[in-house]
């Protein structure tokens, strides 16, 4: 769900970003701009401790598995 929301704000980002090109408010190169800045701002990566927290972790319970003795 927060990959989609992501997504979605990305693409009003870029949407807002070419109206505003469209209505003659910001120039060629200032939407260019505002389109690279969308990008190092939502394809950033989550914290560090967050990706940590969600990871799948592997735990060892010490048994040996069936039907080998």
């Given at each position: 769900?927060?990959?989609?929301v992501?997504?979605?704000?990305?693409?009003?980002?870029?949407?807002?970003?070419?109206?505003l090109?469209?209505?003659?408010?910001?120039?060629?190169?200032?939407?260019?701009?505002?389109?690279?800045?969308?990008?190092?701002?939502?394809?950033w990566?989550?914290?560090?401790a967050?990706?940590?927290?969600?990871e799948?972790?592997?735990?060892?319970?010490g048994?040996?598995?069936?039907?080998?003795?």
């Amino acid at each position: 769900m927060a990959i989609l929301v992501r997504i979605l704000l990305w693409v009003a980002w870029l949407a807002g970003a070419g109206w505003l090109w469209h209505a003659g408010v910001l120039g060629t190169a200032s939407s260019i701009a505002l389109g690279a800045l969308s990008l190092v701002v939502f394809a950033w990566p989550g914290s560090i401790a967050r990706r940590r927290h969600n990871e799948l972790r592997y735990v060892d319970m010490g048994k040996e598995p069936t039907g080998f003795h």
